[in-house]
């Protein structure tokens, strides 16, 4: 079981997740971010921490969310690490919890 991080995190990226994480589990892309399903010990300790509450235990995502399952575990695996926060992307507040944002990850 792991943590993972959804929709909501793209355009985003508040990166506040990242200074909880005892297992620096984050892994960083151009508008996203993924948590290793590796490495993440299944804290929840990032949960609050996300101003735009993109992050959710694997078992208690909604059907809609459940492709971000796959996108974590494969992203994890070629974007690099992340442990400490930086700015937020500069239209973070226009996109907090405009749905179905999946169309404009970059990858
Ligand atoms: Fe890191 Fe814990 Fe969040 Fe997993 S649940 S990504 S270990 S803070
Ligand atoms: Fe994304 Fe939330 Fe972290 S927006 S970068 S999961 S704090």
Redesign the pocket.
């Known amino acids: 079981m792991?943590?993972v991080v959804t929709d909501n995190c793209i355009q985003c990226k508040y990166t506040d997740?990242v200074a909880?994480?005892?297992?620096d589990?984050?892994y960083e892309g151009p508008n996203f971010m993924v948590?290793s399903p590796i490495?993440?010990?299944?804290?929840?300790?990032?949960?609050p921490e996300c101003d735009a509450q993109a992050?959710f235990q694997e078992d208690e995502l909604t059907p809609d969310q459940e492709v971000f399952i796959a996108l974590n575990e494969e992203l994890a695996e070629v974007w690099p690490n992340i442990t400490e926060v930086k700015p937020a992307l500069p239209e973070a507040e226009k996109w907090n919890g405009v749905p179905d944002k999946l169309d404009m990850l970059e990858k």
């Open positions: 792991a943590f997740c909880v994480c005892p297992a589990a984050f948590i490495e993440c010990i299944d804290c929840g300790l990032c949960v992050i």
